[in-house]
Structure formats: structure tokens, C-alpha cells
């Protein structure tokens, strides 16, 4: 059994806390006094029975206004496999939250509600979806019900969508007609829609591949933490603890050391399991190398062949996530695996209309903007592009003022 | 990857993102099965080398003694520093009031002893066993979540948390919790504690014991719960679902003795593991306000 972690997006009121409720409930997810607690609730739908969405809406003030704020997480999990899931904010003003949750997704469930169609929103979550790079995307053309049902809407959305789709280079979609009130096409095959022949939502989150292409990838690790035991027995033990982001090491590889450009040999790939002839994608393991070499946190291990960009002036693609807009004059923090130097935002190439898609020139951005920047670090970072390797090519922008994470950004090129 | 084996490495990256990051951290450790899981995810994050944190146990004073000597014991195996803060310290200089009344617990109570605790030591990051299954406050927290001087989770002012990249600059004063198991389900911990092998007090266990049944729930009858005529004693086979104080912590009818048989129990219950805890019954908001005044 292995595990899925997908994320919802949709606008405010298009039924995603509603499609998670009815996944939880109809998978017999949904506990006893969990019920209990929804059903003394005084949020009921208009024919009075109970509001699935009060499942995730878990805040006080989101139980108020009725509306997600921050993303949350929800678990369940079939014969078949773990799901995580995501629920996350609709809403423009919390794009930003919307962005953690897809950060981590394999997967994306975009609610497109039957009755308005493709939207300015669904334009701004399909981007998000592309910049982030998952793996899958899936439409749920949801409130079915409230359009009887029908083909012909259903065909519409999907041509529009598609459309979308190609234009944000967006590779794998599925579509799927439900009504996440009714429960229609979500656990259960729906039999108002006989006309579709596919896969109900839970069978097809059950069955997509997921990490498929991982071990295609280059090996990477970044140090986390040097074990150094220093005591008698283990005097000259230095182990380099971290995970292994992408491919796979093995024993006796030649690997380099970034951004120093050391080479050496894996001596052992050590977990407190037993040692490990390779040790693949998603491990967190304890390497060992020949020889004496400087090596602390913050260094890359990687393959020599395909090596790492490692420079210090570099393209990324950024979206703010701060109220206090971008300074180009100030100097921040970034963050790129277990790497924290200091940067400088230096210059701001565009901004991205993430209702239009068109490209506009700006000066700075504002909170949820999002567009091309060149930075400059103070020290080398070791990074693959956001788009070949996206385990290595993610990093934060931190304000050194507030200490808060103000900028994700998807690394690009070297300049 | 195992679903298993995918949990336990993110554990051990968070881990060890903490000993990377922070200078002081602790690893608040319960005696339950969530921080008995973390102490092993802690082995296999920095083994052979030691813990580069303590253990550190608020003790209400009512746990369930069983716990206390596992505690002890775990703790001389491991080989590693373990720092008590006592709420009856607390209690006794007058630092808190002791609730009175039939429902009077000390879990309120150890949030106070805590934050002095983290003061005294000067922790910059406490490490718990928290998941975001447990109840939905908790499903909306961060992996790293910043607490202010006061201890207090401000859920409206959360960092942007993306991949796998924590941040944990902080101000001086401020400190971060640290909830290396957050993705993992009750039913995950169970199964992972069967593969690993991990020992853990026996009152998870089916065992015999003097319980009362009270506002639909069996406690255990005890000195430190106040009883009086309406609270009738009888003697039941029970285990414990979660353990906390003994004046808060319900315990489940179950004649399981086999980690098998609990496993099968928990996927098959209708009850969550929070709903055997009384105080989250209170309200609906119960445990975020008590997050936002510094729980754990
Ligand atoms: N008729 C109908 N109503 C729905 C459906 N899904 C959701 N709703 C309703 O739409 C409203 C908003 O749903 P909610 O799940 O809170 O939306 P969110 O803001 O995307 O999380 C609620 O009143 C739901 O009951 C559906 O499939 N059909
Ligand atoms: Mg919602």
C-alpha cells in the first residue's frame, strides 16, 4: 500500500469541502462521534440534512463565515491506498495557502461548478497546478445535479477545459462528471449519468500511478545533520544524515560534493535497519564516504554525471506570499533544502496575470503575485530546475526582518 | 515506497531538520504511544550518535503509574537526558489553581508548567507527537508551527509551509513546535508499533480495573478523580486508547491483549481516539483555544 496526497481547488462555494465530506463519509470514514459532533452543528443544508463541509472546516472563524481560510488535512485510506488530503483555500486572498497545499500534492482535484463553467478561478488554479508541477489533474464538474444531469454540459466544460489545459501545458487530465452533494460518481458509479462510461473519483484516485518517474531522475541528497558520536569506540565515525530526494545511490558510487566540487565514493548507505546496498528516492538514510572531506549541512551530494546548476545568480519563477510587498533593495533569506544564505531579490523580469495568463510589467509584488525574478545569493546553491527535478528545485524566501516565509520559488536556470 | 516506510523517513527528516536547525530542542515526551513512536523515529534519525535534544515530561502528578516506571525505564534503556516539570510545583506556589468539582483534571493545568519549563531551559523547539487526524484544529497546523512568547498558535498568522522546506527562524523568547508524525493516522502509529516491535505501557493493553461510568465514559476509579455516592465502582476488562492524566483519560471496554487484536479493534471502532478524551468535549473549539493559549 503506498500513499496519495492530492489537493481540492475550486472557488469559494463550488463544493470542495462538500466533495471531501462525501469522500469520507461514503468510505465509512467518518467516525461515530465525529457525526455525532456535524449533527448537533447548526450548519445544515436547505433540505436540512447535514453540511459534509463542517468535516474539514476546522477554525472557529471558518465555522463563522462558513468559507476554508487555511488549507487542512484530512486522512482516509481504502484497501487500496493512503490518501492525504489537502483541503485547501478558494478564495484569491489566500492563494498562498492554496500554494502549501499544492506544494506537497501528487495530485489536483479542480472543482469546476457545472452551472458556471470554466471561471477566472479555475484559470488561476490550473496555473498554480502547472507552476507547481503535479503529477495529475483531475476535474470534478461538480453540482451535476443542478443542470439535470447533462451530457452536453458536461462535453462543454470538458472542450473548454482542455483548451486550458493545453495552453498551460498541462499533460494529464481526467474528467469527471459528479454531484458531490448527492454523492453521484464520488465513491459510488451515478445512476443519473449513464451516459458516463469512466471511472468514479475514489477508483480513479485509487488507481493512478504516482512516483513513476522518480528513479529516472539524477541522486540527490542534501545534509541535513553530520553524526559525529565521538566516543572511543566510534572516534573517526562521520555519517552525512539526510533523505534522498531524487534517483538512487549505491554502494560504492562516486558521488560529488556541491558546491565544492569534491568527489568520493560511497563507502556505506547506513539506516539503523541495517545497511543498505541502494538507497532510493524518499529514504532517509545515513551516507558514508572514503576519505576525509569537509562536509556539513547545507552541502549537496549528487551524481557526477548529471550534475546539479550550482551557481549564486539564478532565474526563479516566485510567488509572494507576504502583505509587505517585495523590496529589491532588501536583503532576505533563502532557503533551499537544508541551505540558508542570505539573497537579494534583484530584479523583476514580469508578473503574471493569473486570471489572463498575459505577462505585465512590474516593478514589485504584492501578496499572491507571481511572476519571473534574478537573484543573487550570497553563497553557490547546488538546485536542478523546478521543471526537470522538482525535489531539487523548489526553495523559500524568508524576510529577515520578520523571520517569516514570504516567497516560494520554483528555481529555474542559472543566469 | 510502503506507506509505512514513507512516514518514517519524513519523520526523520523533520528530526532532523530540528537538530539542524535550533540550538536548544527538547522532545516533549507523554509516555504515550505517539512519543514512544517518536523516540524511536529520534534512533533512527541520529543513531549511533545520541539525541541531540532531552526528553522532557510534564507530570500532572495523575498519571497512571504504569506509565511513570515505563517512562524511567525507557529512558535508562535509551541512554539519553530526561527533564520533568512538575505541575504540583506549579500548584504549590500558588502558580495555578486546582480545579475543584467532580470533573476537576490537571491537563489544563500543564500548559503553565510547560511554557515555564521551556523558559527555564530556554527551548527554542519542542518536538510532539501530535497528529492532524486527532481532531480538526490540529489538521490545520503546520509541520513547524511558531508559538510567541506566550506559548500562543496564532491559526490566522501561519507561515506558508511548502514541500518538504521548514523554516524555523524565529525572535528571541519565541519558540517552535515541532509535529514530526502530523501525516500519520492513529491506525498508522498501531501498525508501525507492531512492525517495529516498540514496547509500550501496559494499560494499552486489555487489563482488569475498578472503573466508574461517567457522562458515558469509563474512568478509572482512582484516588485522583473525585468520586462521591452517584459514581458506582465495578471492576472491567479495559484498555486505553490514549493516555493522559487519569482524571481525563477514558478507557475503551476491550478484552484485546494482542497487538493484532487492537489494530483490528481501532480500524473497526466508531469512536475517534480524541472522543475518549474529556477534554475535547467541552466545545466544539475546544482544542484550538486551548492551542492558541499554549497547549501542546
Ligand atoms: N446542489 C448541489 N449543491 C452542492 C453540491 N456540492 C456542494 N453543494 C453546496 O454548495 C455549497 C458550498 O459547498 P462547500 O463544500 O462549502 O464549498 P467550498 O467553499 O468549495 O468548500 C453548500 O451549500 C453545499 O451544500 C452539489 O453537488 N450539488
Ligand atoms: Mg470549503
Given amino acids: 500500500m503506498d500513499i496519495l496526497k492530492f489537493l481540492t481547488a475550486g472557488s469559494v462555494d463550488d463544493g470542495k469541502s462538500t466533495l471531501i465530506g462525501r469522500l469520507l463519509y461514503d468510505t465509512g470514514s467518518v467516525l461515530a462521534d465525529q457525526l455525532e459532533a456535524i449533527q448537533k452543528s447548526n450548519r445544515k443544508n436547505d433540505d436540512g440534512t447535514v453540511d459534509l463541509a463542517i468535516l474539514t472546516d476546522g477554525l472557529k472563524a471558518e465555522r463563522e463565515q462558513g468559507i476554508t481560510i487555511d488549507v487542512a488535512y484530512k486522512y482516509f485510506q481504502t484497501e487500496k491506498r493512503k490518501f492525504i488530503i489537502a483541503d485547501t483555500p478558494g478564495h484569491i486572498q489566500y492563494t498562498r495557502n492554496m500554494v502549501t497545499g499544492a506544494s506537497n500534492a501528487d495530485l489536483a482535484i479542480i472543482l469546476i461548478d457545472a452551472r458556471k463553467g470554466v471561471i477566472e478561478q479555475t484559470i488561476r488554479h490550473s496555473y498554480l497546478v502547472s507552476l507547481l508541477a503535479l503529477e495529475h489533474v483531475v476535474v470534478c464538474v461538480n453540482k451535476m445535479d443542478m443542470v439535470d444531469y447533462s451530457e452536453e454540459v458536461f462535453d462543454k466544460i470538458h472542450a473548454d477545459y482542455h483548451t486550458l489545459a493545453t495552453k498551460l501545458n498541462i499533460k494529464e487530465v481526467t474528467f469527471i462528471p459528479v454531484s458531490a452533494l448527492r454523492g453521484d460518481n464520488i465513491v459510488f458509479n451515478s445512476e443519473a449519468m449513464p451516459w458516463y462510461k469512466g471511472k468514479n473519483l475514489l477508483e480513479h484516485l485509487e488507481t493512478v500511478p504516482v512516483h513513476e518517474i522518480d528513479s529516472l531522475l539524477p541522486a540527490r541528497m542534501a545534509v541535513q545533520w553530520v553524526v559525529r558520536p565521538q566516543t572511543d569506540a566510534l572516534h573517526d565515525y562521520r555519517g552525512y544524515a539526510g533523505r534522498v530526494l531524487s534517483g538512487a545511490f549505491k554502494l560504492g558510487d562516486v558521488v560529488k560534493v556541491y558546491p565544492s566540487g569534491t568527489s568520493s565514493k560511497i563507502s ?53 506570499m507576504d502583505t509587505r510587498e517585495l523590496d529589491t533593495s532588501a536583503t532576505y533569506f533563502i532557503q533551499h533544502q537544508s541551505k540558508v544564505t542570505r539573497c537579494k531579490i534583484k530584479e523583476v523580469l514580469y508578473k503574471v496575470n493569473i486570471n489572463t495568463l498575459e505577462k505585465v510589467n512590474a516593478d514589485t509584488f504584492g501578496l499572491n503575485d507571481i511572476g519571473r525574478v534574478e537573484i543573487k545569493t550570497a553563497d553557490e546553491l547546488a538546485f536542478d530546475p523546478y521543471e526537470i527535478n522538482k525535489r531539487n528545485g523548489g526553495a523559500i524566501i524568508i524576510d529577515s526582518r520578520t523571520n517569516v516565509t514570504v516567497g516560494a520559488l520554483m528555481l529555474r536556470a542559472a543566469l | ?266 480500524s473497526q471502532s466508531k469512536i475517534s481516539e480524541r472522543g475518549a478524551r474529556m477534554d475535547d468535549k467541552v466545545s466544539e473549539a475546544a482544542m484550538e483555544d486551548r492551542k492558541k493559549g499554549g497547549y501542546f
Fill in chain 1, 268 to 320: 556505506k548507505l547506513e539506516t539503523f535497519d541495517g545497511d543498505l546496498q541502494i538507497a532510493e528516492e524518499g529514504k532517509s538514510i545515513t551516507l558514508h564516504l572514503e576519505g576525509e572531506i569537509d562536509i556539513s549541512r547545507g552541502d549537496m551530494i549528487g551524481e557526477i554525471e548529471r550534475a546539479p546548476i550550482v551557481a549564486s545568480q539564478i532565474e526563479a519563477d516566485i510567488c509572494w
Fill in chain 2, 1 to 266: 515506497m510502503d506507506y509505512l516506510d514513507q512516514l518514517e523517513a519524513e519523520a526523520i527528516a523533520i528530526l532532523r531538520e530540528v537538530a539542524g536547525q535550533f540550538e536548544k530542542p527538547a522532545l516533549l515526551f507523554s509516555g504515550g504511544k505517539d512519543s514512544i513512536t517518536l523516540v524511536r523515529l529520534a534512533e533512527k534519525a541520529f543513531r549511533p550518535g545520541k539525541f541531540p535534544f532531552p526528553l522532557v515530561h510534564v507530570d500532572t502528578g495523575h498519571n497512571f503509574p504504569e506509565v511513570i516506571e515505563f517512562r524511567d525505564k525507557l529512558v535508562e534503556k535509551i541512554g539519553e537526558k530526561l527533564i520533568i516539570g512538575h505541575v504540583q510545583d506549579a500548584i504549590d506556589s500558588g502558580k495555578v489553581i486546582e480545579q475543584k468539582g467532580k470533573n476537576a483534571s490537571r491537563n489544563a493545568l500543564q500548559t503553565v508548567t510547560l511554557l515555564e519549563t521551556i523558559e527555564k531551559n530556554q527551548f527554542d523547539a519542542c518536538i510532539g507527537g501530535a497528529r492532524r487526524d486527532e481532531e480538526k484544529a490540529r489538521a490545520k497546523e503546520r509541520i513547524f508551527s511558531v508559538r510567541d512568547e506566550f506559548g500562543q498558535w496564532d491559526p490566522k498568522r501561519q507561515r506558508p509551509e511548502l514541500w518538504n522546506t521548514f523554516n524555523g527562524k524565529i525572535h528571541k523568547g519565541e519558540n517552535v513546535r515541532v509535529f514530526p508524525i502530523s501525516n500519520w493516522t492513529e491506525l498508522d502509529v498501531w501498525n508501525y508499533i507492531k512492525r517495529e516491535n516498540i514496547e509500550i505501557p501496559s494499560i494499552y493493553y486489555s487489563h482488569e480495573r475498578e472503573v466508574i461510568e461517567r457522562n458515558g465514559v469509563l474512568m478509572a476509579a482512582h484516588e485522583f478523580l473525585n468520586m462521591d455516592a452517584d459514581d458506582i465502582v465495578q471492576t472491567k476488562s479495559v484498555r486505553f486508547r490514549t493516555v493522559g492524566d487519569m482524571t481525563c483519560t477514558a478507557a475503551v471496554e476491550s478484552v484485546k491483549t494482542e497487538i493484532d487484536d487492537i489494530i483490528l479493534e481501532i
